[in-house]
Nanobody, 114 residues
Framework: QVQLVESGGGLVQPGGSLRLSCVAS????????MGWYRQPPGKQRELVAL???????NYVDSVKGRFTISRDNAKNTVHLQMNSLKPEDTAVYYC????????WGQGSQVTVSS
């Protein structure tokens, strides 16, 4: 059974930082492309960042220079370091694992507010 378990969300002030983590089980983690998506209130889910099995990364323009995705294949974990957070980053953040099939985590709320 595939499981993606996220952690690290919460409430932070504008300009602050958070680090999301996602631990995967039930898959051959190292061969999967891992991604982080987010769904702001009342909006569609969008890709934030992804990292391939080879370590190549891609980011949505709105987070470039502020967010960093990384992976630790030894621990089956993918991280999203989020710096200089803005109110518009408020969303539920989802971990995604994709090869042929795609798997999702349960979501982690990130709220950026003063």
């Amino acid at each position: 059974q595939v499981q993606l378990v996220e952690s690290g969300g919460g409430l932070v002030q504008p300009g602050g930082s958070l680090r999301l983590s996602c631990v995967a089980s039930g898959i051959s983690f190292r061969i999967y492309t891992m991604g982080w998506y987010r769904q702001p209130p009342g909006k569609q889910r969008e890709l934030v960042a992804l990292i391939t099995s080879g370590g190549n990364t891609n980011y949505v323009d709105s987070v470039k220079g502020r967010f960093t995705i990384s992976r630790d294949n030894a621990k089956n974990t993918v991280h999203l370091q989020m710096n200089s957070l803005k109110p518009e980053d408020t969303a539920v953040y989802y971990c995604n694992a994709k090869l042929v099939n795609a798997y999702w985590g349960q979501g982690s709320q990130v709220t950026v507010s003063s």
